[in-house]
């Protein structure tokens, strides 16, 4: 039986996906900057659009993971509820999913510190709480999720700062 | 994934009764979050952030799992935060974090902070006496006087870090040996200068645990004669202590003086309302006439209170116990007290001074007499005029009776009654003077004073057992005419508009 067209998914090769790493061999090597391993538009950040900035976020964070040791699983998983940006799967817990949103803005000249992870709003839990409904139904593999995010705020052209909060939010009845 | 259902016993308060709970907690599959059902109300639900911070300060896993946590029964709302500590032990069981093992032998209650530290709440003296009825070891953080008063089992776990060893590995919670003399609070009726009569009002009042009214002029020392009454009372048995003090620890009141021997002292003010006064609420409290059960409770000012408020004592004192009744259940608090009232006997405060001119008109100190009512004087054994004393002796001092002498006479007439009824080895004698041992003599000068005075029955009543209590302290094994003279001395004044 085919799943109704609301819950279809759009698959892909994860290969393909994970076609902006330039130098695979260098993914485990710190030494080397994230930025210069992944593909960019050529322009300077400021004139990222807001598309370009959030692509450019999730690259840095799945480069990010990959090198804490995390599996990545998939990448932009979508159905018509909308996308969970990484899928990860820490090695210990196979059972486990990971599901990273990311949170990407740009913080060149400006005297306040921002904070992207507040644009996890209370609305958006409830739907990230469909999609992982969604996602285990999809994934027999896992039991459970845990709801990761990680906040990128671009400094400069090859500096940003980067938060992972681990296990941001739990989903209580009422 | 395998079903880990854990059960862990807890229990909750309802008034003054403990009531079981079983946490139980299920793992399951899928999104992340603790689920609470089993009526919980607001503080409940809120146990959920401080288990998962206390589990997280305490280097815990927080289950990546839906943990559903019922709370059985269901059908009976739980209210307070003291299942915090067995939930969050239940979700460590079933996560395999702590030994499950010999789980089902211990009764946890118990508030936890954000790093993981647990605290006590309100009715641990409930809670552990519950455990000692039902065999199991209380687990929390009680005070050690209030475990050793019990002499239950008890582990204290101040943190839930000490849980990652198993808990029967744990020392018992020490016992508090120190033992606590009855504590006369600083106070004593050596400061109270020229009030002999009242002072010999208040001993007999002691002796023989009669309600007793005070009425005087402004100034004149009233509230400081009640204020020491419980310097001369005998220390609480111990059944008594504990009763008294399970209720301050349900109130939330200290009770370390009580669990002590002192008697309970409440003195609740005249802007009190009827459910402060009887115990009212949500979650229901005991109110001042429980707390002041097997102690005194002192109304200061007692024209002052509404009397509404008054005449809801009527039942607490007549059947000492207070009841009340709720849409969910009624609740029952144990209320067994001596009354003390202190009241002016006029707006003014001057009617009868010999050196201030009353200001007030019949009518005014008519209404003011009558707000405290009949049925509450009914129940005042004892009314005593309180004059202002002489302005030499205030100044000078005077060596009058101290508390230690004055105790010492209760405690004997106590001891003489209870000698003097066991003698009386139950005869059943019908009429109230053979049962209350009149000479005579005695019997006489009632009868006479019963009559040229129109007593009532009641109040002929009340004259004939509080001579008995006289005759105690006077050591007479049958009432003596002098006995039935002083008890007249301190019948209620007829000035007060009351029924006598």
Excluded at chain 1, 9 to 30: C, H, Q, R, Y
Excluded at chain 1, 50 to 65: N, W
Excluded at chain 2, 232 to 248: D, G, M, R
Aim: net charge neutral; glycine share 8%.
């Amino acid at each position: 039986m085919t799943p109704p067209y609301f819950y279809k998914t759009i698959g892909g090769d994860m290969k393909e996906k994970l076609d902006f790493i330039l130098n695979p061999e260098a993914v485990k090597d710190s030494s080397v900057s994230i930025f210069d391993i992944i593909e960019r538009p050529e322009k300077p950040i400021e004139h990222f659009s807001a598309k370009e900035l959030g692509k450019d976020g999730e690259r840095v964070a799945t480069l990010y993971l990959m090198r804490k040791g995390f599996e990545v699983v998939d990448l932009n998983w979508e159905c018509k509820l909308g996308e969970i940006d990484i899928v990860v799967k820490d090695p210990e817990h196979p059972r486990s999913a990971i599901l990273v949103e990311v949170k990407t803005r740009l913080s060149l000249k400006r005297t306040d510190p921002v904070i992207p992870e507040l644009n996890v709003t209370v609305e958006k839990q409830e739907k990230y709480r469909e999609l992982a409904l969604l996602y285990l139904a999809f994934h027999k593999e896992y039991d459970s999720v845990r709801f990761d995010v990680i906040a990128i705020s671009e400094v400069s052209q090859k500096k940003a700062s980067l938060r992972h909060l681990i296990n941001a939010f739990c989903i209580d009845g009422e | 994934m395998s079903r880990h259902v854990v059960c862990v016993k807890s229990a909750f308060l309802r008034g003054v009764e403990v009531l079981p709970v079983e946490v139980q907690v299920d793992l399951s599959g899928g999104l992340p979050g603790i689920n609470i059902v089993g009526m919980p109300d607001v503080a409940v639900l809120e146990a959920r952030s401080r288990v998962r911070c206390a589990m997280r300060a305490q280097e815990y896993e927080i289950p990546r799992f839906q943990v559903t946590v019922n709370l059985a029964p269901g059908s009976v709302r739980k209210m307070g935060t003291g299942l915090d500590l067995p939930i969050a032990v239940a979700i460590l069981a079933a996560t395999g974090q702590i030994p499950k093992e010999g789980l089902d032998k211990y009764l946890f209650v118990g508030e936890l902070g954000l790093m993981g530290d647990v605290s006590a709440v309100r009715g641990m003296l409930a809670y552990i006496a519950f455990a000692k009825e039902e065999n199991l070891t209380f687990c929390g953080a009680p005070s050690a006087k209030e475990v050793s008063s019990i002499d239950a089992a008890c582990k204290y776990v101040d943190n839930i870090s000490l849980l990652k060893k198993r808990l029967s590995l744990l020392p018992d919670m020490k016992r508090d040996e120190e033992v606590v003399e009855q504590t006369v609070l600083g106070l004593d009726y050596r400061d109270v200068v020229d009030q002999e009569v009242a002072k010999r009002a208040l001993t007999i009042a002691a002796a023989g645990r009669h309600g007793l009214l005070m009425v005087g002029p402004p100034g004149s020392g009233k509230t400081m004669l009640a204020k020491r009454m419980p310097s001369i009372l005998p220390a609480l048995s111990t059944k008594e202590s504990i009763e008294s003090a399970l209720i301050h620890s349900v109130a939330g009141c200290d009770n370390a003086h009580i669990l002590g021997g002192n008697p309970p002292f409440a003195s609740p003010h005249h802007s009190s309302t009827i459910a402060g006064l009887i115990g009212g609420g949500n979650p229901m409290r005991p109110g001042e006439v429980s707390l002041a059960h097997h102690g005194i409770l002192f109304l200061d000012e007692l024209a002052e209170f509404p009397s509404s408020v008054l005449q809801s004592l009527r039942q607490p004192m007549e059947s000492k116990k207070v009841t009340i009744t709720r849409v969910q259940g009624d609740y029952t608090f144990p209320s067994d007290f001596q009354l003390i009232a202190a009241t002016n006997p006029c707006p003014c405060g001057y009617l009868g001074d010999p050196d201030h001119t009353c200001t007030c008109n019949a009518a005014m100190v008519m209404k003011y007499q009558n707000k405290v009512g009949g049925p509450i004087m009914d129940r005042i054994d004892l009314v005593v005029d309180v004059r202002r004393p002489q302005v030499s002796k205030v100044l000078e001092g005077q060596a009058g009776m101290d508390s230690a002498t004055m105790r010492a006479t209760v405690l004997q007439a106590r001891e003489y009654a209870a000698w003097r009824q066991k003698k009386r080895d139950g005869a059943q004698k019908s009429s109230l003077l053979a049962r209350l041992m009149y000479s005579v003599p005695a019997a006489n000068v009632l009868r006479n004073s019963g009559m040229s005075l129109k007593l009532g029955g009641r109040s002929l009543s009340r004259i004939a057992t509080v001579a008995r209590t006289i005759a105690d302290i006077n050591k007479h094994v049958e009432v003596a005419p002098e006995d039935v003279s002083e008890a007249l001395m301190f019948r209620s004044r007829v000035s007060l508009g009351v029924a006598a």
